[in-house]
């Protein structure tokens, strides 16, 4: 959120009433995300001045796709034997997904809790 950013940048101004601020944002944002006011977390004037962040999502999934897929044509031209052929492109697919979203996949752990059928989250 643009709002919760610039409130965030000015901490090094006037970390005070930085601080004041966020807190009342995120407790508005907390407040209506819990009444199931998903479409309107904050009010108009607290997003005056506000830009909207841009959704790269896209490019991050072409560049993987890209990257794995190079990747693996690379892999092909290497003598490896086929038993290695299956983890080796499940290690390569999972490092490129791991870099390109910056560890914000999930850890062994959450894996576990899922093919249990729990969720930590």
């Known amino acids: ?44 004037h607290q997003m005056t001045g506000a830009e909207p962040v841009a959704d790269r999502s896209w490019l991050r999934l072409a560049v993987s796709g890209v990257v794995i897929v190079g990747v693996l044509v690379a892999l092909s031209r290497v003598d490896l034997p086929e038993m290695a052929t299956g983890p080796a492109v499940a290690l390569i697919i ?18 576990i809790d899922i093919f249990r059928g729990a969720d930590r989250r």
């Open 1 to 44: 959120m643009s709002a919760l950013r610039r409130a965030e940048a000015r901490q090094y101004e006037d970390p005070e009433e930085a601080l004041r601020t966020m807190a009342t944002l995120l407790a508005t944002v907390a407040h209506r995300y819990a009444e199931g006011r998903t479409l309107q977390l904050l009010d108009e």
């Open 94 to 111: 999972t490092a490129v997904f791991a870099g390109v979203y910056r560890g914000r996949l999930p850890g062994y752990h959450d894996l």
